[in-house]
């Protein structure tokens, strides 16, 4: 179901069924697509198959009508403390819900931004799929910190990172620092381009490696 964030950001919210209650609160970053009928199911999928509570912020709430293109170059305008700010906000609705622990999730730039989001010691782990480990050139602007620089934060929660082998947005000279942060577990699938896991419908989607990287993300977040 949608709800509205303190900080007023539209979100898709899922329960565990019968009202149990959750085993574990997952923030959950979608890609730069944002909120859209895949993040939909894939919240209430972890939700009924896993007892989660799941929630998703719009990434460009207000904006949601924009074409890929124009989101791609809205990037470089986002702010860090607004942003993260929305993370930390569903992670407060979850904690309402009596969920136990709290994980950050995202998936392309999601994913950077769960980097980013675990060095705010808010979260217990972060999952990134495929997340960009630096912030591209064509994204950087003031309001952007580096996701490695917040991995490094004394706060730091684990990270497990879910990378493709073929992945343009995670350079090989990226993942080499990505596997220094000692809070970091890297698992690079070599055949694996950008978004080969979330979206079947995508070309580079790889089902084999795709239920890999979950079940080593079910692990992990267990």
């Known amino acids: 179901m949608r709800i509205e964030l303190a900080t007023g950001t539209p979100a898709e919210l899922a329960l565990p069924a019968d009202g149990r209650p959750p085993v574990l609160g ?6 730069i697509g944002g909120l859209r009928p895949l993040f939909d199911d894939l919240c209430a999928r972890l939700a009924a198959e896993y007892d989660w509570a799941v929630c998703a912020p719009e990434p460009f709430p207000g904006r949601e009508s924009m074409s890929l293109e ?16 929305d993370l930390l906000s569903a992670a407060d609705v979850l904690a309402s ?7 950050v999730m995202g ?12 060095g ?5 782990k972060a ?3 495929y997340g960009m480990i630096r912030v591209p050139a064509n994204w950087q602007g003031s309001g952007h910190g580096e996701p490695l620089q917040a991995m490094l934060s004394p706060g730091a929660c684990p990270v497990l990172a879910i990378i493709g082998g073929r992945d343009p947005y995670t350079p090989p000279e990226d993942v080499a620092a990505l596997k220094a942060v000692p809070a ?13 896991v979330h979206d079947p419908s995508r070309p580079s989607h790889r089902p084999d490696d795709a239920a ?3 079940s080593r993300t079910l692990d992990f977040l267990a």
């Not at 124009?70 to 700010?85: F, Q």
């Not at 819900?97 to 994980?103: K, M």
Request: aromatic share 12%; charged share 25%; hydrophobic share 45%.
């Open 26 to 31: 997952v923030v959950l970053h979608p890609d």
């Open 97 to 103: 819900h009596d969920a136990p622990r709290l994980a």
């Open 184 to 196: 970091v577990t890297v698992v690079e699938y070599p055949e694996g381009e950008h978004g080969f």
């Open 212 to 214: 890999d990287a979950w």
């Open 70 to 85: 124009d989101r791609m170059a809205a990037v470089a305008g986002l702010d860090d403390e607004s942003h993260i700010g």
């Open 127 to 129: 999952v990134a799929f």
């Open 120 to 124: 705010t010691g808010r979260f217990d």
């Open 107 to 118: 998936f392309c730039m999601g994913g950077m931004y769960a980097f980013k989001a675990a």
